[in-house]
C-alpha cells in the first residue's frame, strides 16, 4: 500500500511564507494535490497536477515536487489560510491521503 | 454551478446498513467518477471507493471491501454509498467528492452508530 507522510503541524506569523511538504514513494511516480480544510467544512481543491491551481483560489498558494516529496507554499499566509491541509496522491484509481498538517497563522 | 447535495445525518444501530446519496447537477452526471470520503472526529481523512457513474463500474478501498456498495441512478444524477455491519467506528462524516481531483465535494453527512 502507498504512504504519504506530512508534518503534523506548521506555525507562521501572517506575511510570513508557510511551506508544507507531503513525502512518499508513490509521489515519483503520480501528481500530487492538495486540500485545505477548515473546521465544520468540506475540503476544498487548492492545487491539482502538483502545482496547477483551479480557478478561484488565490496565487499565494503553490505547488512543487522534487522526487519524493511534494510541497504546498503560501506565500505571504495570511489568518484566513489557518486550517488543516491533506496530500493526496492516486494510484491505480485509489485515493492515499497524508495524515493532514494543521497551519497555525498567528 | 456544480453542486454536490447529500442527504441528511442518520443514526443507526450496530450491525445495521446505511445507505448515503449524492445528488449531483450543473455538470453531466455521467463525465465524472464520484469518489466516497470519510471523516472521524478530528481525524484525517480516509477514501472509501470510487465509481464511474457512466459504467458503473467501481473500486472500493481494501478496509472496506464486503462492506461498502456504491450505486448510482443516472435519471436523477445521483449517486449512493451504501455501509453495512455498521460498528462505532463507523461514526463519522462521509463526503462524494467529483473525480479525478477531487474539485467539487458534497457538504457531508453525519453517520452516527451508537446503541
Known amino acids: 500500500s502507498y504512504e504519504l507522510t506530512q508534518p503534523s503541524s506548521v506555525s507562521v506569523s501572517p506575511g510570513q511564507t508557510a511551506r508544507i511538504t507531503c513525502s512518499g514513494d508513490v509521489l515519483a511516480k503520480k501528481y500530487a494535490r492538495w486540500f485545505q480544510q477548515k473546521p465544520g467544512q468540506a475540503p476544498v481543491l487548492v492545487i491539482y497536477k502538483d502545482s496547477e491551481r483551479p480557478s478561484g483560489i488565490p496565487e499565494r498558494f503553490s505547488g512543487s515536487s522534487s522526487g519524493t516529496t511534494v510541497t504546498l507554499t503560501i506565500s505571504g499566509a495570511q489568518v484566513e489560510d489557518e486550517a488543516d491541509y491533506y496530500c493526496?496522491?492516486?494510484?491505480?484509481?485509489?485515493?492515499?491521503f497524508g495524515g493532514g498538517t494543521k497551519l497555525t497563522v498567528l | 454551478q456544480v453542486q454536490l447535495v447529500q442527504s441528511g445525518a442518520e443514526v443507526k444501530k450496530p450491525g445495521a446498513s446505511v445507505k448515503v446519496s449524492c445528488k449531483a447537477s450543473g455538470y453531466t452526471f455521467t463525465s465524472y467518477d464520484i469518489n466516497w470520503v470519510r471523516q472521524a472526529t478530528g481525524q484525517g481523512l480516509e477514501w472509501m471507493g470510487w465509481?464511474?457513474?457512466?459504467?458503473?463500474?467501481?473500486g472500493y478501498a481494501q478496509k472496506f471491501q464486503g462492506r461498502v456498495t456504491m450505486t448510482r441512478n443516472t435519471s436523477i444524477s445521483t449517486a449512493y454509498m451504501e455501509l453495512s455491519s455498521l460498528r462505532s467506528e463507523d461514526t463519522a462524516v462521509y463526503y462524494c467528492?467529483?473525480?479525478?481531483?477531487?474539485?467539487?465535494w458534497g457538504q457531508g453527512t453525519l453517520v452516527t452508530v451508537s446503541s
Open positions: 493526496y496522491s492516486a494510484a491505480d484509481n485509489n485515493w492515499v
Open positions: 465509481m464511474n457513474p457512466n459504467s458503473g463500474n467501481t
Open positions: 467528492a467529483r473525480g479525478p481531483y477531487g474539485d467539487y
